[in-house]
């Protein structure tokens, strides 16, 4: 009977046995299979983001310890602070939760056999990697990477006087520039997979928030990524042909430069209109698989779905909107900062009914405090601070003391680095047991957890008041600034201890990961009781075309759990309703207030 | 238990440290001391909201923590509560915005009895135009800058004859007199930041950009550039001085104009003191 009514599994059945692994090296190398990709781009970006970890090392010993190691002078500093941030924010987090998160999850959470162009999504992986070689290889070209700051504001960037002028800002440019090409193949791949590709009876408002967060950031991504691109190529001619979109009249180091008529400022409107949305690129995924954490383990249904839904929405639009409260200092027209300053404050609602919608999930609930849960709420925590600062930033006047000090560097760290990492580091430990079929130990986890959360905290927290102090960021030398108390440097060198210890206590994470690889305690194929599709395969791992014979048919949303009546405390979406003799909930079953 | 009590205890540590930490803000040295305000409100606001999110997650994981046999409510969502939680959050918005714009609208408006100074940025030094006499600086274009024109100076505009050059890292500015900054640069971007006056703005070559302040008390500030420009983006400092108005005019007196330091006087040759004597102060 249910053979002939299942969507879409005859063609995928075709298309499977078109890119089925025949040998070791399509099998893990030149793999076709989502969740093969998945751990490709995962173990690249973790590897790259290594990199960038020890950069932030070596910038915090100048920071908190300035001149202790030898080798750190001004160029070396703002290339590791270029380097670091950039790696971060693109490399690593993009890429880890879009390309690793968005390719593992889609399919399997939206019951589709894989993404609807396997063979793009393997060029996509490649030509991300591509993208990381040449950015690594600017290490050992002359003059070294670019010391222009993550932003790469023109003309600075392309100018004598920064590290990097000679070829590391051509290598970076082109690596963004392979970058945004990668990440095309693969986004494209992630929309049209959830727009096209969900298994029957999965209607978007079935989705896992999840998902909607990971579509919902690949749609931002499209659509902001080229702006990126045309900046980067722009820059790039400016460079090497001495074109002038970037670039007005310049007398740089004494010498009148062949270059007119361009202009700094449309490099940053573009390089915001890209780089806003992209702090939502890394937030968005880390708010759907919060969403999800506390629901599972909270053995509860997200409070506000379709709320929550439509936030995750609502920030999307208006994350288009609000790329200028970047520049409030810019020297672009003031009269800007009304309408940005406005447009950013609205931006906050949207995100607080996700704050309070996921706390509020707790309420009532039966919290088991696993380790992918407590990352979950140090999530909450840390973002909820880090956004408590987004308000200074945002309100234009009040950022008019703040802009370029370290209380930017505070707020951004917390809000889309430490939180999202925080995210990534709870999605690891509950979605490990599903890659490779073991649990990660959860003593080293939990080790793991209190350092990286408490030590983060602790971090930058306090460095939030090294910007009320007026320490300006990206600065190589700190000391002889007479506003600035003589006891901030105390609090910088408490900062780099913090650190140095928050940076090694991520060995414990990858050993974990490596040694539960192999010893791991086998996970079963539903070691949290979960609801969603990927806890359902019939092989876990899931074997290539993830679900056997057949496609899962959907019935309910992605969070009944502790559905009154039920014997169990969760319904799988996949649990028809006849056989349980409770009528599935969804969104649309609504009770009353509290 | 443990995770309730040191989430709550983290709530504590911040608000203990805000308020018992020595790192605060630098005393104010002019007239933005709403921005301060603003500030303010936008910290207490925030810090209520930090304390109040925290403490009920807190609360709530020490409450519904597992028991064995304990079971969740099953709610999938208020629409009462979560209409008024969207109305309560507006508000706390609004709050913290409309002192914003209004403030942000006094930032952009500049006084009318404001007078005009310039600074010019360059890797990696500052140095200021006063407009002279007339009032009115003269009109520069990047191409004209070399060694005998810093400032890039039209030599043929006769109401940059009388403009007054400081091509030194040190400007003086006399109290309680309102100045519009008109900012430029040379070469990159740089940003004009002295903390004790709280306003910044960027110098962004190819346009001129401008920001207001009173200077309200007396005495020696250091200028940071707050926009990365280069490997010496640290070192390129310079000072703030804000005298009174007696100190301010012989100090004026002994700067170059342009005319002067086109006439062979290098700049920050001193000027004849009696040459000046006609100029209206």
């Not at chain 2, 500030?221 to 001085?241: D, F, K, P, Q, W």
């Given at each position: 009977m ?5 969507v879409?599994?005859?063609?995928a059945h ?6 089925e ?10 793999s076709q ?14 590897a790259v983001?290594?990199?960038?970890l020890?950069l932030?090392?070596l910038?915090?010993?100048?920071i908190g310890?300035?001149s ?14 270029t380097m670091h941030g950039?790696?971060?924010v693109?490399?690593?987090l993009?890429?880890?939760?879009l390309?690793?998160f968005g390719?593992?999850?889609i ?7 894989d993404m609807?162009?396997?063979y793009v ?5 490649w ?7 040449v950015l690594?290889?600017?290490f050992?070209v ?7 700051g993550?932003?790469l504001?023109p003309p600075?960037a392309i ?8 070829w ?5 440019l082109?690596?963004?520039?392979i970058f945004?090409a990668?990440?095309?193949m693969g986004?494209?791949?992630y ?5 096209q590709a969900?298994?029957?009876g999965?209607?978007?408002?079935r989705?896992p928030l999840t998902?909607?967060s990971?579509?919902t950031?690949?749609?931002?991504g499209?659509l ?7 900046s ?10 001495t074109?002038?979109?970037?670039m007005?009249?310049?007398?740089s180091?004494?010498?009148q430069l ?5 202009s ?14 992209e ?7 880390a708010f759907?698989v919060?969403?999800d954490l ?7 249904n997200i409070?506000?779905?379709r709320m929550?839904v439509?936030?995750?929405?609502a920030i999307g639009v208006?994350s288009?909107i609000?790329?200028a409260?970047h520049m409030y ?6 009269y800007f900062g009304f ?5 950013t404050?609205?931006?906050a609602?949207p995100t607080a ?5 996921w706390v509020?999930?707790l309420?009532?609930?039966d919290?088991?405090l696993?380790?992918?849960m407590?990352?979950a709420l140090?999530?909450?925590l840390?973002?909820?601070?880090g956004?408590?600062s987004?308000l ?6 009040v ?5 370029d000090t370290?209380?930017v560097?505070a ?5 889309m ?5 925080l995210?990534v580091?709870?999605?690891?430990y509950h979605?490990?047991p599903k ?5 990660l ?6 080790i793991?957890?209190w350092v990286t959360f408490?030590g983060t905290?602790?971090i930058y927290?306090?460095?939030h008041y090294l910007?009320f102090v007026?320490?300006p960021?990206?600065?190589y ?6 506003a ?6 105390t609090?910088?060198?408490f ?10 206590a991520q060995?414990?994470?990858?050993l974990n990961?490596v040694?539960s690889a ?13 609801t ?5 395969t019939p092989?876990t791992?899931p ?10 048919i959907?019935y309910?949303w992605?969070y009944d759990?502790?559905v009154?009546?039920a014997?169990?405390?969760?319904l799988?979406q996949n649990h ?15 009770h009353g207030?509290? | 238990?443990?995770?309730a009590i ?6 504590l540590?911040s608000?203990l440290?805000s ?5 605060w803000?630098?005393?104010?040295a002019?007239?933005w001391g709403m921005?301060?305000k603003?500030l303010f409100?936008t910290f ?8 109040a999110?925290s403490?009920f997650?807190a609360y709530?994981?020490?409450?519904f923590r597992?028991?064995?046999g304990?079971?969740a409510?099953?709610e999938?969502?208020s629409k009462?509560?979560?209409i008024w939680?969207?109305?309560?959050t507006s508000?706390?918005i609004?709050a913290m915005l409309?002192?914003?714009?209004i ?5 952009v408006?500049?006084?009318s009895e404001?007078s005009?100074v310039e600074?010019?940025?360059q ?5 200021f135009r006063?407009p002279?006499?007339?009032g ?12 005998d024109?810093?400032?890039g100076l039209n030599?043929?505009d006769?109401k ?13 500015l ?9 900012l430029r640069?040379?070469?990159?971007l ?11 703005m960027d110098?962004v ?5 401008y920001?207001w302040?009173t ?5 020696t500030y ?7 420009c ?26 170059p104009?342009?005319?002067q330091?086109?006439a062979?006087?290098g700049p920050?040759?001193?000027r ?5 004597a006609?100029a209206?102060?």
């Amino acid at each position: 009977m249910a053979q002939t009514v299942v969507v879409g599994d005859e063609h995928a059945h075709g298309e499977q046995g078109l890119h089925e692994p025949k040998s070791f090296l399509t099998r893990y190398i030149w793999s076709q299979d989502h969740k093969v990709i998945a751990i490709q781009y995962s173990i690249t970006a973790i590897a790259v983001g290594l990199i960038a970890l020890v950069l932030s090392w070596l910038m915090r010993m100048q920071i908190g310890f300035p001149s202790s190691l030898a080798f750190i002078d001004q160029d070396r500093y703002l290339q590791f602070v270029t380097m670091h941030g950039m790696i971060m924010v693109i490399y690593l987090l993009t890429a880890l939760f879009l390309g690793g998160f968005g390719n593992y999850l889609i399919p399997l959470m939206i019951g589709a056999r894989d993404m609807v162009f396997p063979y793009v999504n393997m060029l996509s992986y490649w030509t991300y990697l591509l993208s990381v070689l040449v950015l690594v290889a600017s290490f050992f070209v002359p003059g070294g990477p670019t010391g222009a700051g993550w932003t790469l504001y023109p003309p600075q960037a392309i100018l004598p006087g920064t590290p990097g002028q000679e070829w590391g800002i051509i290598l970076m440019l082109v690596s963004l520039v392979i970058f945004v090409a990668a990440f095309t193949m693969g986004g494209l791949n992630y929309v049209t997979t959830v727009l096209q590709a969900r298994t029957r009876g999965m209607t978007m408002m079935r989705l896992p928030l999840t998902v909607w967060s990971i579509f919902t950031s690949t749609i931002l991504g499209l659509l902001a990524f080229p702006a990126l691109f045309v900046s980067g190529v722009m820059m790039l001619l400016d460079r090497v042909l001495t074109t002038s979109f970037f670039m007005p009249t310049v007398v740089s180091m004494g010498q009148q430069l062949d270059h007119a008529g361009g202009s700094p400022l449309l490099f940053q409107h573009l390089f915001w209109f890209f780089g806003h949305p992209e702090v939502y690129i890394v937030a968005l995924p880390a708010f759907g698989v919060v969403s999800d954490l506390i629901s599972t383990h909270a053995r509860k249904n997200i409070f506000g779905y379709r709320m929550m839904v439509w936030a995750i929405l609502a920030i999307g639009v208006l994350s288009f909107i609000v790329w200028a409260h970047h520049m409030y200092v810019s020297g672009m027209n003031p009269y800007f900062g009304f309408f940005f300053a406005t447009t950013t404050l609205i931006i906050a609602v949207p995100t607080a009914i996700k704050v309070y919608n996921w706390v509020l999930t707790l309420w009532e609930g039966d919290i088991h405090l696993t380790v992918p849960m407590l990352f979950a709420l140090a999530f909450i925590l840390t973002f909820v601070a880090g956004g408590m600062s987004g308000l200074f930033l945002g309100n234009v006047v009040v950022d008019v003391p703040l802009s370029d000090t370290y209380f930017v560097v505070a707020h951004f760290h917390m809000v889309m680095g430490v939180a999202p990492v925080l995210a990534v580091f709870g999605g690891m430990y509950h979605w490990y047991p599903k890659v490779t079929g073991r649990l990660l130990n959860d003593t080293l986890g939990k080790i793991h957890f209190w350092v990286t959360f408490l030590g983060t905290y602790a971090i930058y927290f306090p460095m939030h008041y090294l910007g009320f102090v007026g320490m300006p960021r990206r600065y190589y030398d700190l000391s002889g600034i007479s506003a600035i108390p003589h006891s901030a440097q105390t609090l910088n060198a408490f900062i780099t201890v913090v650190a140095l210890v928050v940076g090694a206590a991520q060995a414990l994470f990858l050993l974990n990961l490596v040694w539960s690889a192999f010893r791991g305690k086998p996970a079963g194929s539903n070691p949290w009781r979960a609801t969603t599709l990927e806890w359902q395969t019939p092989e876990t791992p899931p074997g290539h075309g993830n679900w056997g014979p057949r496609q899962p048919i959907v019935y309910r949303w992605a969070y009944d759990y502790s559905v009154p009546g039920a014997p169990e405390d969760f319904l799988p979406q996949n649990h028809p309703p006849e056989r349980s003799g409770v009528s599935g909930a969804g969104a649309d079953v609504r009770h009353g207030g509290h | 238990m443990a995770v309730a009590i040191v989430l709550a205890a983290l709530v504590l540590v911040s608000v203990l440290f805000s308020v018992l930490s020595p790192w605060w803000f630098t005393p104010l040295a002019s007239n933005w001391g709403m921005i301060d305000k603003t500030l303010f409100i936008t910290f207490i606001i925030t810090g209520i909201v930090f304390a109040a999110v925290s403490l009920f997650m807190a609360y709530a994981v020490f409450r519904f923590r597992h028991r064995d046999g304990a079971k969740a409510a099953y709610e999938p969502e208020s629409k009462r509560l979560e209409i008024w939680l969207t109305g309560v959050t507006s508000v706390g918005i609004a709050a913290m915005l409309a002192p914003g714009l209004i403030v942000w609208d006094d930032y952009v408006t500049v006084p009318s009895e404001a007078s005009v100074v310039e600074v010019v940025g360059q890797q990696w030094n500052w140095t200021f135009r006063l407009p002279g006499a007339d009032g009115v600086l003269g009109t520069v274009d990047a191409r004209r800058i070399g060694s005998d024109n810093p400032f890039g100076l039209n030599p043929d505009d006769p109401k940059g004859q009388d403009d007054v050059l400081v091509n030194a890292n040190e400007l003086r500015l006399p109290v309680g007199h309102p100045v519009k900054v008109v900012l430029r640069s040379i070469d990159v971007l740089h940003d004009f930041f002295v903390p004790q006056i709280r306003a910044k703005m960027d110098l962004v070559p190819g346009m001129v950009t401008y920001f207001w302040f009173t200077p309200e008390k007396v005495g020696t500030y250091e200028i940071l550039c707050a926009e990365l420009c280069g490997a010496g983006h640290s070192a390129m400092r310079g000072t703030v001085t804000v005298v009174e108005e007696a100190e301010y005019q012989p100090w004026l007196r002994g700067l170059p104009t342009f005319a002067q330091s086109q006439a062979g006087n290098g700049p920050g040759r001193r000027r004849d003191l009696a040459q000046d004597a006609g100029a209206p102060r």
